[in-house]
């Protein structure tokens, strides 16, 4: 479960309550959640409880798809099916690799993201997304200038500020997506203690020492 309350359609927040109908039809999205695209739908009523964040973050789904935007679709999913992957949040990279889909990837092209640097299924400038995309989330925008080089030779500023506050963005998403436990990434921490046999609990490397002293 998520780690927040939910609000539904009893919160009376007009503009969720459009988008639940699109989600969940006219089910009621706490007492029958899943929504048309196979996720739980708790992302949205979570976030419908506060009702003007909800309408905040939805408003950047239509900014990333505008058709203001200079920016691909296909290039743009490679920063936020990256992001998704980089920090981990199943939600954000199973999504995305179905958008990816759309945007024209090949499923090579899918199947490589975890492992991108040794692939040669892209281009010099998807590369150079891709790089950039690990230089934004994992190493919280400290970009190598032969980074940046690269996506100058190819793509315009306005692309490259666009592509940057997208991928930004959707590594908020994966972020608070793991934070609140939302959606796909509702999981237990796996990096926890593993008990030893009963009645054994000394450190292994001190019984090695102890061993050879």
């Not at 743009?76 to 958008?99: D, L, P, T, W």
């Not at 199947?111 to 281009?123: K, L, R, S, T």
Request: hydrophobic share 35%; charged share 25%; net charge negative.
């Amino acid at each position: 479960m998520p780690r927040l309350k939910q609000a539904g359609r009893e919160a009376g927040n007009p503009y969720a309550n459009r988008l639940f109908d699109i989600l969940f039809g006219d089910r009621d999205p706490l007492t029958e959640p899943g929504t048309a695209t196979g996720t739980p739908g708790n992302w949205w009523t979570v976030f419908n409880i506060v009702p003007d964040a909800f309408e905040h973050t939805t408003e950047g789904f239509r900014f990333y798809r505008s058709p203001n935007r200079k920016l691909s679709a296909k290039h743009r999913e490679f920063g936020q099916i990256r992001a998704g992957y980089a920090v981990g949040s199943q939600f954000v990279f199973s999504q995305h690799c179905k958008a990816a889909r759309d945007a024209g990837f090949t499923e090579e092209q899918i199947q490589a993201i975890p492992h991108w640097q040794v692939a040669n299924c892209y281009d010099e400038t998807e590369r150079a997304l891709l790089a950039y995309t690990d230089a934004l989330v994992l190493d919280r925008g400290r970009v190598p200038d032969g980074v940046f080089e690269t996506l100058k030779k190819h793509l315009s500023d306005e692309e490259i500020l666009e592509f940057t506050y997208i991928t930004c963005t959707y590594m908020m998403h994966a972020v608070m997506s793991r934070a609140l436990r939302l959606e796909y990434d509702d999981v237990d921490e796996r990096v926890v203690e593993v008990p030893a046999p009963t009645g054994d609990s000394a450190d292994v490397m001190n019984m090695v020492d102890t061993e050879e002293n």
